[in-house]
Nanobody, 124 residues
Framework: QVQLVESGGGSVQAGGSLRLTCATS????????MGWFRQVPGKEREGVAA????????YYADSAKDRFAISQDRAKNTVYLQMNSLKPDDTAMYYC?????????????????WGQGTQVTVSA
């Protein structure tokens, strides 16, 4: 099992940047995919970005591919989401998730382990 803790959220103006961090612990070698998801109250949880940890292959939602970047630091057992050119529509609770294997890295149904979330608020 892997435990996940998100941090780095906050309030920023449109056009600003944030870097989210997902700290992992536990049996991390069993985790092959790490994903970032976001959710607004009353809406479906949306996949933002994911990474295949053995070789750093990345996946992005259309809304994120030009502005966001997911990366990992194996030595620190952490995964990051660099968010640039933030928009008010990016406002959401952001969650980190982990799974062993999936054909759909950006689907929330693919993940078993979730963090508690970190809030991102972007003002116009």
């Amino acid at each position: 099992q892997v435990q996940l803790v998100e941090s780095g959220g906050g309030s920023v103006q449109a056009g600003g940047s944030l870097r989210l961090t997902c700290a992992t612990s536990g049996y991390t070698p069993s985790t092959n995919f790490m994903g970032w998801f976001r959710q607004v109250p009353g809406k479906e949880r949306e996949g933002v970005a994911a990474i295949y940890t053995p070789n750093d292959y990345t996946y992005y939602a259309d809304s994120a591919k030009d502005r966001f970047a997911i990366s990992q630091d194996r030595a620190k057992n952490t995964v990051y989401l660099q968010m640039n050119s933030l928009k008010p529509d990016d406002t959401a609770m952001y969650y980190c998730a982990a799974t062993i294997a999936t054909l759909r890295p950006l689907s929330s149904e693919s993940y078993q382990n979730w963090g508690q979330g970190t809030q991102v608020t972007v003002s116009a």
